[in-house]
């Protein structure tokens, strides 16, 4: 009887554990249908930003995406919620570029390159995120948010000290400062789209980032 109650409790095991097996490949499918929505309404949200601004409308970007609207609304329920994502994504991207700066044999020329980025990616999408990245969060911002801009000053935080140990910027710059003008550039450059060389020259006015002398000549 022992030994058929084991058999009986295996057999029934059975069934449960084919059934688990079977979920996985289902559940990593939904998974990657999920990564695979939300990459499409990014990139359908990053060109209705970079068209219409702070009008871009969700339902057309969920068309856009080839999502239903529900989708859409139930993981970013506004156009704020979007931006912040996206946001996310690039300031991942420019964490990851400062990080191997910090090996760039010039402690100046990596600041100056990475400002660059983030002055670059702060252009994007009529200005819209050089407005949320300018100004320090409020006492009840989106967390998301404050956490990118945290992310954002401590990567560049960890630049500005070194090209400030070499002696290449002087010592009593502070990274927020440096960080919200280079936003501000950025959103008055985005203003003057003709104007291509505009970004750069203003950031060459800022104190520390003179450029080189390769630069100069070319």
């Avoid at 068209?51 to 970013?76: C, D, M, P």
């Avoid at 300031?91 to 670059?120: F, I, M, N, Q, Y």
Wanted: aromatic residues 2%; glycine residues 8%.
């Amino acid at each position: 009887m022992t030994t058929e109650s084991a058999r009986a409790r295996g057999r029934q095991a059975e069934p449960g554990d084919a059934g688990s097996s079977a979920d996985a490949p289902g559940s990593r499918r939904m998974r990657a249908d999920a990564r695979d929505n939300r990459e499409r309404v990014l990139r359908a949200a990053r060109a209705a930003f970079a068209e219409h601004g702070a009008q871009a409308s969700l339902n057309k970007i969920a068309q856009s995406a080839g999502v239903g609207a529900g989708t859409l609304y139930r993981h970013f329920p506004t156009l704020g919620a979007l931006l912040v994502a996206i946001i996310g994504d690039d300031v991942a991207a420019l964490c990851e570029k400062g990080r191997d700066l910090l090996g760039h044999e010039s402690p100046a020329e990596a600041l100056r390159t990475w400002l660059r980025a983030v002055a670059v990616h702060a252009t994007a999408m009529r200005g819209l995120v050089a407005a949320r990245l300018a100004v320090p969060p409020a006492p009840h911002a989106d967390a998301a948010l404050a956490a990118c801009q945290e992310r954002i000053r401590a990567t560049g935080a960890a630049l500005l000290e070194r090209a400030q140990r070499d002696g290449a910027v002087p010592g009593d710059i502070g990274i927020a400062d440096l960080l919200t003008l280079v936003n501000a550039i950025a959103w008055v450059s985005e203003q003057a789209p003709d104007d291509e060389y505009l970004l750069d020259r203003l950031l060459a006015l800022v104190r520390g980032m003179e450029p080189s002398a390769h630069e100069e000549g070319t």
